[in-house]
């Protein structure tokens, strides 16, 4: 029976739960890559030494790949879901050099799962393989 009430209250929400996690994998990223504007990102050259063209490159990506999810998910055709497809393909790539370059020890210890990263990668995952289809 609490089954019965909890299917009633939250299956009106169903189509919501996609969205709330769109907007909180494309805010993440505008808000990771606005944080090393302005252009080029002088942290991202001193501690990577990555070059000025590769910095503005990998904030540019983040600000595009989180624009793009969010407005994936308003496009009801097939082009908003290869969008949402091919800017999670993106935020994958983002992830994972970000735990090459940054975050290599996390993987033998607990830090993997108490941090923000592994969630964003894990997300990033859900869209490419779900695209924009609702789960019902």
């Not at 299917?7 to 805010?27: T, W």
């Not at 540019?60 to 999670?88: C, D, H, M, P, Q």
Request: net charge positive.
């Amino acid at each position: 029976y609490l089954e019965d009430f909890f299917v009633k209250l939250f299956n009106p929400c169903v189509s919501l739960a996609n969205y709330l996690l769109r907007f909180a994998l494309g805010i993440a990223f505008i808000i990771h890559g606005l944080r090393k504007f302005p252009l080029p990102p002088e942290s991202l050259m001193n501690y990577f030494k990555f070059g000025p063209f590769l910095a503005s490159f990998v904030a540019i990506s983040e600000v595009l790949a989180g624009s793009l999810l969010i407005l994936g998910g308003f496009l009801k055709n097939y082009l908003g879901s290869l969008l949402t497809r091919l800017t999670s393909f993106v935020i994958i790539v983002i992830m994972i050099c970000a735990f090459y370059f940054a975050h290599k020890d996390w993987f033998i210890n607990s830090k993997l799962f108490t941090s923000e990263q592994i969630f964003l990668l894990l997300i990033g995952i859900y869209f490419l393989i779900n695209g924009n289809k609702k789960n019902h």
